[in-house]
């Protein structure tokens, strides 16, 4: 049986007694644990968001074709390095943490 079988079977049981409430031990244990799944998918779905982000923000700053120009001409007609490069992927690895 399905987790949505069983559900709707614990449902159905729950509306033909409208005051008594004649669900075994068993059905009471599963509707907790689906419970307690959701809190722990919800937890999940908090972390991967946080990743997400870290990910997005990363992404962000190895997508703009700024950080790959060179910089301003300096002393002695050196340039300076683009930002990736002194970035050195440090952005990439933190994202990845």
Not at 12 to 23: G, I, Q, S, W
Not at 67 to 73: D, L, M
């Amino acid at each position: 049986m399905t987790d949505k079988e069983r559900l709707e079977e614990i449902k159905e049981k729950y509306m033909e007694h409208e005051y008594d409430f004649n669900l075994i031990k068993n059905d009471i244990n599963w509707l907790i644990e689906q419970a307690e799944r959701v809190q722990d998918l919800k937890i999940m779905l908090k972390v991967l968001g946080e990743e997400n982000q870290r990910f997005k923000k990363a992404l962000e700053f190895y997508a703009d074709p700024m950080i790959w120009r060179e910089g301003n001409r300096i002393k002695d007609n050196t340039f300076e390095m683009p930002l990736a490069n002194n970035d050195n992927g440090h952005k990439a690895r933190k994202a990845l943490e």
